[in-house]
């Protein structure tokens, strides 16, 4: 005959146990049901630059000839926030040239508004003359820790991006007949952007999440029968980080 015992920490963790008083044990499970980041607030936009170079009749290039030279301000199409500066937690820029030109070409990038350590993003590239394929020329570049002023040129503005981009052909090259078929093609955008920090005004937006099912390993021990327990009170805390004011209507819980 073989005797043995059976307690509550053997159908739950010890850590899911709090001791009372009087002796009796209270069982408490702690878990988040939702979160919202920074970036869950403004829609950052995912392409920020698109240029194209082409020329309507054919025409000799010489070596190191300017095709494009851009400096712009972009407004950001962020809905009603009006965001001054942001903080890059995590994400990637995506630089992307198609060159249907006979010769290689050189490009220069810059986002004057995103800073790390000093310095600005800056991309600069050589860009082969592309093959029958035509596959595009696409690198990415991680810009976790850059830090983003959008006040513009003035520094008294919102949501303004300021870029430039310079293309020439390769210096050490040949002169090359351009025609209206050939193109050179540049686009830019971001990806996977994470905010860890925004300053500005958020506007007025709604975020809505659900139904939705929360999973839960808390009797994965008790494979059948039944758990009585003598009460039962859910607690649900809400904590707002952002340093701004927000409503959270539940209307099923």
Do not use: W
């Amino acid at each position: 005959m073989a005797k043995t015992s059976l307690t509550i920490n053997d159908i739950v963790t010890d850590t899911l146990l709090s001791y009372n008083p009087d002796h009796s044990i209270s069982l408490v499970y702690r878990n988040n049901i939702y979160s919202f980041l920074v970036d869950s607030i403004f829609p950052f936009p995912d392409t920020v630059t698109s240029s194209i170079y082409t020329i309507p009749f054919t025409v000799n290039v010489p070596p190191g000839q300017i095709l494009i030279n851009i400096n712009d301000v972009k407004k950001l199409k962020l809905g009603s926030a009006k965001i001054f500066l942001a903080n890059i937690h995590s994400g990637n820029v995506v630089f992307k040239v198609i060159n249907k030109l006979k010769e290689g070409v050189i490009c220069n990038y810059k986002i004057s508004s995103a800073n790390k350590n000093g310095a600005c993003f800056e991309i600069n590239e050589y860009i082969p003359s592309a093959t029958n394929s035509n596959l595009p020329f696409t690198k990415q570049y991680d810009v976790s820790g850059y830090k983003l002023d959008l006040r513009g040129p003035n520094g008294t503005s919102s949501n303004k991006l300021i870029t430039s981009i310079l293309a020439k052909l390769n210096p050490n090259g040949s002169v090359i007949q351009v025609t209206p078929q050939d193109s050179l093609i540049i686009f830019v955008s971001f990806e996977n952007l994470k905010f860890d920090y925004a300053k500005g005004y958020f506007g007025n937006s709604t975020s809505n999440f659900g139904p939705d099912t929360t999973k839960f390993n808390l009797f994965n021990k008790i494979i059948s029968g039944n758990l009585n327990l003598q009460s039962i009170k859910a607690n649900l805390y809400i904590e707002n980080y952002f340093g701004i004011d927000a409503t959270v209507t539940f209307n099923k819980f």
